[in-house]
């Protein structure tokens, strides 16, 4: 049996890529003793109000009987267990080619190398507003897609430890401006004559250098 945990932050409707608890050999199909197993949670959840979980058991090939899976405890450990670990959250900013970041403990930016994937590139602008809060201007605009920031170097004060290449994942909506994606042409069910449900075809371009991120793009 393999074990896999998942994690979905739209109520059950699309799941992570699932990461495995233990290894192939750690439930056989014979009688085990319990043992205790974690994973961190990812970065990108940490500033979420709600998250699924998703804890699949996968059977591998095979006849005879098999092998039942008994769960005895499952728990989200208490973040005060975990203050020696550097995390951050997003706060919302009126400012649309800005992020604000709020980080767990008060912090130090050793070095002003911050970048940001998605072709943005080093931050233009880096202010420390808060001991434990940093604003971030960028260039352009920033459109709705999951993004890494990289931090060179930066240390924190709780801890006095510097962390370097530090990163931090998220996903980041805001209304995409118009004229960014074109509608080329809208063909209400292309294929009428074939025996299928209707379906539409609506061709589009994006006219940016940055990728943008279409969520339920079929709603």
């Not at 951050?88 to 912090?107: G, H, R, Y």
């Not at 809208?186 to 074939?194: R, S, Y």
Request: hydrophobic share 35%.
């Amino acid at each position: 049996v393999a074990l896999t945990l998942s994690f979905s932050t739209d109520e059950g409707n699309s799941f992570s890529d699932p990461f495995q608890i233990g290894t192939e050999n750690s439930f056989p199909n014979e009688d085990t003793g319990y043992q205790l197993y974690s994973l961190p949670l990812p970065d990108s959840l940490s500033n979420r109000q709600a998250i699924t979980f998703k804890l699949e058991a996968i059977y591998g090939e095979g006849t005879g009987s098999a092998a039942r899976l008994f769960l005895d405890d499952f728990s989200l450990s208490d973040a005060v267990e975990q203050i020696e670990s550097l995390t951050a959250k997003l706060l919302n900013t009126d400012l649309d080619s800005s992020l604000l970041l709020e980080f767990n403990q008060p912090v130090s930016l050793i070095s002003k190398i911050v970048r940001l994937d998605n072709s943005y590139g080093q931050a233009k602008q880096i202010s420390q507003v808060k001991d434990n809060q940093v604003l971030l201007k960028f260039d352009d605009y920033l459109y709705n897609n999951t993004y890494k920031l990289t931090f060179e170097q930066i240390k924190s004060l709780s801890s006095d430890e510097t962390y370097k290449d530090w990163t931090f994942t998220f996903d980041f909506n805001q209304p995409t401006p118009k004229g960014a994606i074109v509608i080329n042409e809208l063909m209400p069910d292309p294929n009428a004559k074939e025996k299928h449900l209707p379906t539409q075809s609506c061709p589009m371009q994006n006219s940016l250098s940055f990728s943008i991120e279409l969520t339920n793009p079929s709603g």
